[in-house]
């Protein structure tokens, strides 16, 4: 089956121009005017439209046992979610507990997505524990496709590593080429301050953010910085959030620290306040690190620009409002942590970054496509639009008007953290290797047909 994408605008990272797409096996194979269109060929005429690469999340969470309970969304919804989004390849953190080893938790991800997902996927591998057995597991799994691992210096005594894991897994991936992302707080300091907020009855969500002020994550990333430059391995910072962790990514680069950066949907848009909303209201915005003072944003804004942060994820964790985040009515520190926002990427991206030039048209792609391909080891497979890529494609209308509601939304959660909120534009057309898989909000796609993408590990 063949596919063409006539008169439309052509968004690169680095280029902007009007052309057809010819896409056959899964790839594309002529980009020029006026191309022809053999017969049983399906044309989508994108006039008036962009044509930007399929966008890539590089963090989020799919299937996530966590703080007691499980994260909401399977690789049916959650894949369904993205590409309506636009979003046609997903990186999930595998995310094993202490007890668990690394190959076995390996597999039982790789089970929840094979046979599932609509949309491509991989895993970053999370180094939870490193005992004796780890470096040949972990040395098994990079065999298997995976070129980066996940940890965590936060979240004492479930996924938490202490400094002596570290430093060997921070050894280990230098070894194999592999990037190491890193959840950066300093757990000690969240630890001693949750107990002390509740020693004085402080229990509400807004008590969230004074556990793990901006210090404690400067201080994870200054952590985690240290071991990088004395080990030489490649990092990448998941879900920076504020300006003090910025500048000592900022200052571990100028001494030469091989760091990647990458913020969130969330802390571009949403701010504290909305996690010290009355009633239990804040919940739905407990995440970690927390929601920040605004004076973040422009700051965070600034950061994409400049290339200072390299990519916008979403750490989609999806708990439902009504049974789960309860577990902490009475106690903060159970609330559990996430902010579903897989479907919204994107949209909010654009409408908040491009439509108020705060970015333009090529940091978005960039940001949201082009540079998660590169710092993992998937460009130009994915990431931009060239001959021989796979043709995955996001017809954008950036004339569409709209509103964000859990009422259409394809998450399996049961609340919006951007109920109401207005887009100005959206994919109208999205397609994985050639085949639409969405149109105007809704899913056509073939749930299973998502491909595990295997990859090659380049830090050295
Ligand atoms: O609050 C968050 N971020 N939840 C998901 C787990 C993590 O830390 O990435
Ligand atoms: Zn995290
Ligand atoms: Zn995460």
Redesign the pocket.
């Known amino acids: 089956m063949s596919l063409l994408i006539k008169n439309g605008e052509i968004v690169t990272a680095d280029s902007r121009y009007s052309a057809d797409i010819f896409c056959e096996n899964e790839t594309i194979t002529q980009i020029g005017q006026n191309l022809s269109a053999p017969a049983g060929t399906e044309v989508i005429d994108a006039k008036g439209k962009y044509v930007f690469p399929g966008f890539i999340d590089p963090h989020v969470?799919i299937y996530l046992p966590?703080m007691g309970t499980f994260s909401k969304d399977t690789y049916v919804s959650g894949s369904q979610a993205a590409l309506v989004g636009g979003t046609t390849t997903l990186i999930e953190?595998c995310c094993p507990s202490r007890k668990d080893d690394a190959l076995a938790s390996f597999e039982l991800w790789m089970s929840q997505a094979v046979g599932k997902s609509a949309c491509d996927f991989s895993f970053h591998m999370g180094v939870t524990k490193f005992d004796a057995g780890t470096p040949s597991q972990l040395k098994e799994i990079v065999q298997r496709g995976i070129s980066s691992f996940k940890i965590f210096l936060a979240y004492k005594g479930a996924f938490g590593i202490d400094d002596t894991e570290l430093y060997r897994t921070l050894q280990l991936a230098r070894e194999l080429g592999v990037v190491v992302t890193a959840?950066c707080e300093n757990e000690t300091l969240v630890a001693e301050r949750c107990k002390e907020l509740l020693a004085a009855g402080k229990t509400d969500p807004g008590q969230h953010h004074t556990s793990r002020p901006p210090a404690v994550e400067a201080e994870g990333v200054h952590h985690l910085m240290t071991f990088a430059e004395l080990t030489g391995a490649a990092v990448y910072i998941?879900?920076l959030s504020c300006k003090e962790a910025l500048d000592q990514a900022v200052a571990a680069r100028q001494r030469g620290v091989r760091v990647g950066v990458e913020t969130l949907i969330q802390y571009l848009t949403l701010d504290k306040t909305y996690a010290e909303r009355p009633k239990f209201e804040g919940a739905k915005y407990v995440?970690?690190p927390p929601l920040r003072d605004a004076r973040n944003q422009p700051v965070l804004w600034a950061g994409l620009r400049d290339g200072l942060i390299n990519t916008v994820a979403t750490?989609h964790?999806p708990f439902d409002f009504k049974k789960q985040k309860p577990m902490g009515k009475h106690d903060f520190t159970k609330i559990p942590?996430?902010i579903p926002s897989l479907e919204e990427r994107v949209n909010l991206l654009y409408t908040h970054g491009v439509a108020t030039g705060r970015i333009d048209l090529h940091t978005f792609v960039a940001v949201g496509s082009t540079n998660v391909a590169k710092q993992f080891d998937l460009f130009p497979q994915k990431g931009t639009i060239q001959l021989g890529a796979d043709a995955d494609l996001v017809v954008f209308d950036p004339k569409y008007r709209g509103k964000i509601s859990v009422k259409t939304q394809h998450m399996a959660v049961d609340y919006s953290a951007f109920e109401g909120w207005p887009l100005q534009g959206r994919p109208s057309v999205v397609t994985v290797r050639g085949q639409v898989a969405a149109r105007d909000g809704k899913f056509v796609g073939t749930l299973g047909r998502g491909r595990f993408l295997n990859r090659t590990p380049t830090h050295y």
């Open positions: 969470h966590f953190m959840h998941v879900h995440m970690s750490d964790a942590n996430g």
